[in-house]
């Protein structure tokens, strides 16, 4: 089965860090594109960070550019977000998501939902960044 498991979120104060993971199932990270999302009550959804299908090379949303960082360890099939100097702005309901696709996909354009890229998603993982 094709499945992804966002884990990590929970209630953090500002300025601190947090790290998210996706663990994935049924395939394999290093093949396909990958990213990760917010949405905020009230807002669109976005994307904040994705990588390249073929090469894994990374974007930022400039609104996270800096403080967070995407990552993979294949040996644990497995997909991090590490958030750093948290701000209330970052509270939301954070989202793990692939295509699969053999295609070759930019970072880019995966983060860029009014694509509509993806094609699976994990059930999202609540960050609430509040003192």
């Known amino acids: 089965q094709v499945q992804l498991v966002e884990s990590g979120g929970g209630l953090v104060q500002p300025g601190k860090s947090l790290r998210l993971s996706c663990t994935a199932s049924g395939f394999s990270l290093d093949n396909y594109a990958m990213g990760w999302f917010r949405r905020a009550p009230g807002n669109e959804r976005e994307g904040l960070s994705c990588?390249?299908?073929?090469?894994?090379?990374?974007w930022y949303a400039d609104s996270v550019k800096g403080r967070f960082t995407i990552s993979r360890d294949l040996a644990k099939n497995t997909m991090y977000l590490d958030m750093n100097k948290l701000e209330p702005n970052d509270t939301g309901n954070y989202y793990c998501?692939?295509?699969?696709?053999?295609?070759?996909?930019?970072?880019?354009?995966?983060?860029?939902?009014?694509?509509?890229?993806?094609?699976?998603w994990g059930q999202g993982t609540q960050v609430t960044v509040s003192p």
């Open positions: 990588i390249s299908s073929r090469d894994a090379i990374p």
């Open positions: 998501a692939t295509r699969l696709s053999l295609a070759y996909i930019r970072g880019s354009y995966f983060c860029g939902d009014e694509h509509r890229a993806q094609d699976r």
